[in-house]
């Protein structure tokens, strides 16, 4: 059995890491491409180090672009990798233009296709993610999905019952593997603190909403530290546009062990990324999310997370509240149990009969 896992963007690398270590110990022939969507040091050579990962056996080196540039030169490289290599199944992850693009190219060479972090929908197709989820799902063999939710989502979206497998949260597996690692490391950090990532394009990309999101950290300031690792679409934002980011605490992205050290401490989390809000989930954190909605409906009916949309007085409110004691508590979703990609092996093995061919 031959698996070849693509991963392209920071969100990838927590998810594919345990389903690698997984599948080895099925001693499964495994290939990792790296699509080259994230290249800076500190967005994807950190994360491989830390997280074990074995070098990437290709890079396609595709680096940054529009999303039909991205997509298409994706498409284009992995086309010739995935002919060559010729694996009896495909893993992609998540919902970056990596997933997609490595799906389409399967699906047009008839290569089994299975997806890791199936099903989850925002309903929201203003963003780049939603659209990558749909496709990647319909051109999927076996979809190995996080949350009751997903399955249902599918469901309704025509994927029939035996291709779905409810496997639990892969990237809590990773949280829960480096969690004693992240408490141990040494820390100068304020007693109380919220802890920020802003990188969507509905927040960045636009002057007046990313102003808006600045001067509302700028005055929780007066009430707690705010400590802002900021990602390189939202630094060149910030410059492009000239904004303020008075008593904002700006720091470089940071390495998966860095971010979770700063994470498991915070009084709160204010960000509008999709893994995150799942991490404070586990971690009993309260979370704001700065988005209309969320494809992890999980982290607001079980979990920490509150959806506070684009309305800064909300974000506010929400922080005092958070600071007087009264934020979310929540309770832990089930199969976050950190044997998710364990099951994932288990069923790829056992699925090894299973045809090559077009999605019926
Ligand atoms: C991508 C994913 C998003 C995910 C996010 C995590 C898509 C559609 N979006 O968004 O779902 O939440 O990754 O980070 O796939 N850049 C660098 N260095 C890098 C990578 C990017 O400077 O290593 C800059 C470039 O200017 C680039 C911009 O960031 O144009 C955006 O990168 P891109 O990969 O297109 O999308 P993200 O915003 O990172």
């Known amino acids: 059995m031959h698996i070849l896992h693509v991963v392209g963007a920071r969100p990838n690398f927590m998810k594919a890491a345990p389903v690698l270590r997984a599948l080895r110990e099925t001693g499964a022939e495994q290939t990792l491409v790296h699509t080259g969507q994230h290249y800076d040091v500190n967005m994807s050579d950190a994360f491989f180090r830390e997280l074990g990962m074995p070098e990437p056996d290709v890079n396609l080196a595709v680096g940054s672009g529009s999303h039909a540039e991205q997509t298409?030169?994706?498409?284009?490289?992995?086309?010739?990798v995935a002919k060559k290599y010729q694996p009896d199944l495909v893993l992609v992850y998540g919902d970056v233009n990596s997933t997609v693009a490595a799906a389409l190219v399967c699906a047009k060479l008839l290569i089994r296709l299975g997806h890791v972090e199936a099903g989850l929908r925002s309903f929201d197709r203003n963003m780049p993610e939603e659209v990558n989820r749909v496709v990647t799902d319909q051109l999927s063999n076996i979809l190995f999905t996080p949350s009751a939710d997903a399955n249902d989502n599918l469901r309704r979206e025509g994927v029939t019952a035996e291709k779905i497998c409810l496997v639990g949260n892969v990237m809590i597996d990773t949280l829960i593997r480096f969690l004693p690692i992240a408490q141990a490391m040494k820390n100068d950090l304020p007693?109380?603190?919220?802890?920020?990532?802003?990188?969507?394009?509905?927040?960045?990309?636009?002057?007046?909403?990313?102003?808006?999101?600045?001067?509302?950290?700028?005055?929780?300031?007066?009430?707690?530290?705010?400590?802002?690792?900021?990602?390189?679409?939202?630094?060149?934002?910030?410059?492009?546009?000239?904004?303020?980011?008075?008593?904002?605490?700006?720091?470089?992205?940071?390495?998966?062990?860095?971010f979770l050290a700063l994470q498991c401490r915070a009084t709160l989390v204010i960000t509008d990324s999709g893994g995150i809000q799942e991490e404070a989930t586990y971690l009993g954190i309260p979370c704001l999310t700065v988005r209309p909605n969320t494809e992890r409906p999980v982290t607001v009916e079980v979990g920490t997370n509150t959806i506070v949309g684009n309305d800064v007085e909300k974000l506010k409110a929400e922080t005092l509240n958070i600071l007087s004691g009264r934020g979310k508590k929540g309770r832990l979703p089930p199969l976050w149990d950190g044997h998710a990609s364990e099951r994932i092996a288990s069923l790829v093995a056992s699925r090894d009969a299973l045809p090559t061919g077009a999605v019926e």
């Open 72 to 80: 298409a030169e994706i498409m284009i490289r992995f086309e010739k």
């Open 191 to 258: 007693r109380r603190y919220a802890l920020v990532t802003l990188h969507r394009p509905a927040n960045v990309d636009d002057p007046q909403m990313l102003q808006g999101i600045l001067s509302a950290l700028s005055a929780i300031h007066d009430d707690v530290p705010v400590i802002f690792p900021v990602h390189p679409r939202t630094r060149h934002a910030i410059r492009e546009f000239g904004l303020h980011t008075e008593g904002i605490e700006i720091r470089e992205p940071l390495s998966y062990l860095e």
